[in-house]
């Protein structure tokens, strides 16, 4: 158990290059057991999640390697084999993979994805896109078992716009029987991302970005090399923590159209955005500007993983603010824990209405989620005085090194330290 002591009151100032995504990397791990030939991927980051992406493909006899932030994966000699709770309960890739499976041998069979506690997460929409591929599901006791009778194309229209279910569907229509078309689809880049990956293996994808997708079947998929982009949200975290503390800070490669409306948000609270290629140049007044109402939307609309770092700007912005979660009706764990900090908010999911608050006092606070966990970091660097945050370790699953990127961006006061019984009160 980690935990992390942070220095309040300190300004960002810096530039850096931003890891590569996450949530790009893990799709385009799970797509690789779909190629029997040596797949190279490059700027793939040191993360938790990742591992255990790795971990998952290894039972499924996929040969992984990894040098520094280059992955090699051959699925040459992969075979069926249950992910058994002990490699599944990390994230949420077991349910890709077992889209993947069906894919590429026909059937497999996983236990629950775990990953994040943010709202209910239910997997009906990944089931539904299995069963259009015609496979026959058998769900029980945590444990789902599908198996394909025929590999045969399918016409799939999404209720919702679901990034998993949308990659689940790509999955399993690169490998299929004629033309699969997918509506409704999830238009964020970390799909638009996972189709290119699959297109430089010699997928026919027509749509890639739109709602709509066709995928034409191809026998076979081919060796490829692929570089994994930036990260938009941990872009999106580093833009907000020098929003809040009065800073500036120059991000190198991310695409601005990734963050969405996410930098009109930044702009509408005061801070000067500007934009160029893969940078993004953020300078922030000495307070924040509030007054606004936001909610949470498919892409391109407000990224819900940025949301509870939305929260902490509004808490020490000026004014009142009104920030609704209309994809994880439970996403509200920081900003719960953000009160510790004297921030003044009103949580009534799917809402929280929020009184900005000028001064903040070190907390000790603790993390429960990825991001949230991100955001308590935030509002730890702007508070007055030490804060201590505990659950660290979900920040390992997204910000390789965060602690090392706060440094780079002129917040060198954070140190962690290692949890042992009895030491720390
Ligand atoms: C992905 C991202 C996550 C992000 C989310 C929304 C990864 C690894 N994770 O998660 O960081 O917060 O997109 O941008 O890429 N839903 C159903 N039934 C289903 C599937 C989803 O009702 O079968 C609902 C979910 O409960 C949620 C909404 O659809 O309310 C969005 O979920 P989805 O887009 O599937 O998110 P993930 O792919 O899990």
Known sequence: MERMVIGGRQRVSGELHVQGSKNLALPVLCACLLIPEPVVLTHCPLLSDV??????????????????????????????????????QGNRMSILLLGAMLSRFGC??????????????????????????????????DEMWACRKRRSAARISLPYPSVGATQN????????????????????????????????????????????????????L???????????????????????????????GVSPNRLGSYLEFLRRLGCEVSAKDESIRLRAPERLTSGLSVKTEPYPGFPTDLQPMAVGALCVARGDANVEETIFEERFAAAREMQ??????????????????????????????????????????CAQGESILEGV?????????????MALLGCADIRKEEKKWGSYE
């Open 51 to 88: 591992e255990e992406t790795l971990a998952m493909l290894q039972t499924l006899g996929v040969f992984v390697k990894r040098e520094g932030h280059t992955v090699f994966c051959d699925a040459k000699d992969a075979a069926p084999a249950k992910l058994s709770k002990e490699v599944t």
């Open 108 to 141: 497999g069979e996983i236990s629950y994805p775990g990953g994040c506690r943010i709202g209910k997460r239910p997997l009906d929409l990944h089931e539904q896109v299995f069963s259009r591929f015609g496979a026959e599901l058998i769900a029980l006791n």
């Open 169 to 220: 569907a790509i999955l399993c229509a690169c490998l299929s029987e004629g033309v699969s078309e997918i509506s409704g689809a999830a238009k964020e880049p970390e799909v638009a991302g996972l189709c290119r990956f699959l297109i430089g293996a010699g997928a026919k994808i027509r749509g890639v970005g739109t709602s709509k997708l066709l995928i034409e079947g191809v026998k076979g």
């Open 222 to 252: 081919r060796g490829t090399r692929f570089a994994i982009e930036g990260d938009r949200i941990v872009a999106g975290t580093y833009l907000t923590a020098a929003a809040m503390s009065g800073g500036e800070c120059l991000l190198h």
């Open 340 to 381: 510790k900090f004297g921030a003044r908010l009103c949580i009534a999911p799917p809402n929280v209405s929020i009184h900005g608050v000028e001064k903040h006092f070190g907390a000790r606070v603790q993390g429960r989620d990825l991001r949230g966990s991100a955001a308590l970091l935030l509002m730890a660097l």
């Open 393 to 405: 370790e979900y920040l390992n699953r997204g910000y390789e090194d965060i602690v090392r990127d």
